[in-house]
């Protein structure tokens, strides 16, 4: 079968999985579809030959299969999955995010613009009529105050006839478009930073809310309400690690016969899951923290200069003032963005929430205490600190080499397989999940780096690091929710993580592709030494001089 076939083939596939699901009320996305395809047909136990052509039958038991495994109720497992899809198609980069929405942004201002620069003078009318659009482009691109306001209009206008006057129209109307989109971002700065500065003089800031006090206030409660919940999801999970051990060595008690161990290990990978994604956005806000503590120290400094600069007097150039209203502008629009990020970050809680029903209700919190029946429950910072005193000596492995803190430069900048997670209790304890200790000593194996429990279990991987490696890889085969929560796409070719799955990226196997290419070196190896204000173009500096002069 050729690649356009195979891959028309898996496309309907996935649309008659998406249909049939929808048919019985469950809505599925083509992504969460694809990865349980791809998913079934890895787990041997469904017994499918990804090395032959797929037969009618095959597809039938396939779809049957995927099917019931989306429909499945009180999965935790399913859970996992879909907690997976939803976080890596819903997060990115601090960048992409407000790259994100500064284009969405823009989009939403492209017709007032476009009515701005296409329009075309005949009256008086016109002429107050465009004044009246650039104002309201102005107060919607700043995002200080509403349009529709009054007092917010009045003083957005008299801010921007003291550097713009309705006399100056005409000679905007000669521009070029480029020079008037250019024109209308840059009085947008201007008149902001002057709004902002009015605001701090107590002479104006009509409809402008104070986002740094508004930010240092939500900042710590939003942090804070993050530590809260993963504290809560530890505890949880450190109890089913506690009762999965007490199986593993044959301490069942009450467990025995009162839940299957495959479903206390779905819950402890859901709660894992939901552990480190739960990082993953702490983090994020404690950077917005530090950006709004730089933000506001810079816009403190700035108002401070400008109020030196303008002092008592009634009159002071242009050239000595506008520099400041536009860093005043970038410094508030950084706190804007502050606020957007906090507002996604706020909302990616929120929606990671319903992803832990299925083990929310599997085993209540009274039930789970119930069944450890007095166990001992660990944190994983009791275990780390139980190991950390037996450490590997790497002169008794000759043949391998190992990491020690002590002995390593940037130690914890090595990056460890599997997440951290030790693979030799992974595979020994039947897929139990335990962090990894560093300081017991690090395993360079075929170019990656692997961490233990402990020692008794670095010395057990490292008496045969491929069985082990295999063994996990089986694991995630038949526990596909380990594949993303280990970050184990590198071991298998045909999964890729969600946010990466293209259209044409629904196949079981991804094709191998050759192509010719090339590369040179970077012209700036260092980002700081390129000199952003760099001008190559002859005309280009010929009309920042004439703006120059025309400013003064």
Not at 85 to 95: E, K, Q, W
Not at 215 to 241: C, D, R, V
Not at 313 to 320: D, E, L, S
Request: net charge negative.
């Amino acid at each position: 079968m050729s690649f356009p076939q195979a891959e028309s083939v898996i496309r309907r596939i996935i649309r008659e999985i998406a249909r049939e699901c929808a048919g019985k009320g469950e809505t599925v996305s083509e992504t969460l579809v694809a990865f349980m395809v791809k998913a079934i047909v890895l787990d041997p136990r469904n017994h499918f030959n990804v090395d032959r052509i797929l037969t009618k039958q095959d597809v039938q038991e396939l779809i049957e299969l995927c099917v019931n495994k989306l429909m499945k109720q009180g999965s935790p497992a399913l859970d996992t999955i879909k907690m997976q899809v939803f976080f890596d198609l819903n997060y990115t980069s601090r960048r992409e995010f407000l790259e994100e929405h500064h284009r969405v942004l823009l989009s939403r201002l492209a017709s007032i613009g476009r009515e701005i620069t296409d329009s075309r003078l005949r009256t008086r009318d016109d002429l107050e009529d465009l004044y009246r659009r650039i104002v309201s482009f102005v107060v919607l691109r700043s995002g200080l105050g509403s349009a529709t306001d009054i007092n917010t209009v009045r003083e957005a206008t008299a801010a921007l006839q003291s550097v713009f006057p309705q006399s100056e129209l005409a000679t905007f109307m000669t521009l070029t478009k480029g020079d008037k989109e250019q024109q209308l971002n840059e009085l947008t700065m201007i008149v902001t930073g002057i709004r902002l500065f009015n605001k701090e003089c107590r002479k104006g800031g009509e409809g402008i809310d104070d986002l740094p006090s508004i930010l240092n206030e939500a900042i710590p409660a939003f942090t804070g309400e993050i530590e809260k919940e993963l504290k809560q999801t530890q505890g949880s999970a450190w109890k089913y690690t506690a009762l999965l051990e007490n199986v593993a060595d044959g301490k069942a008690g009450t467990t025995q016969g009162l839940i299957e161990t495959s479903m206390l290990k779905q819950a402890l990978y859901n709660l894992r899951q939901h552990e480190a994604l739960l990082k993953v956005i702490l983090a994020d806000a404690i950077l917005c923290a530090k950006q709004v503590e730089g933000l506001q120290s810079d816009f403190t400094n700035r108002l401070s200069l400008l109020k030196a600069t303008v002092h008592t007097k009634t009159a002071v150039p242009t050239i000595q003032v506008f520099p400041h209203f536009t860093v005043l502008s970038k410094l508030w629009a950084g706190f804007q963005d502050e606020m957007v990020l906090l507002s996604i970050l706020n909302n990616m809680v929120i929606s990671l929430r319903p992803f832990l029903t299925a083990q929310n209700n599997m085993l209540p919190q009274d039930q789970l205490d119930a069944m450890l029946d007095g166990a001992d429950v660990k944190s994983d910072d009791d275990r780390l600190r139980e190991s950390t005193e037996d450490k590997i000596n790497p002169s008794e492995y000759k043949s391998q080499e190992w990491f020690l803190h002590e002995t390593t430069a940037n130690f914890d900048q090595l990056p460890l397989q599997y997440k951290g997670v030790c693979g030799y209790t992974l595979i020994e304890k039947d897929g139990l999940l335990l962090p990894g200790n560093p300081q017991v000593g690090v395993l360079k194996y075929k170019e990656k780096y692997y961490a233990f429990a402990s020692k008794e279990a670095a010395c057990g991987f490292a008496s045969n690091p491929d069985e082990y490696i295999e063994a996990v890889i089986e694991k995630a085969k038949r526990c596909p929710e380990l594949i993303q929560l280990l970050e184990l796409h590198q071991q298998f070719a045909c999964v890729t993580p969600y946010s990466q799955m293209q259209s044409g990226e629904r196949l079981l196997v991804k094709p191998i592709s050759k192509c010719d290419s090339s590369t040179q070196t970077d012209t700036h190896l260092v980002e700081t030494n390129i000199v952003k204000s760099y001008e190559w173009n002859e005309w280009e500096l010929r009309r920042k001089a004439m703006q120059l002069v025309g400013t003064c």
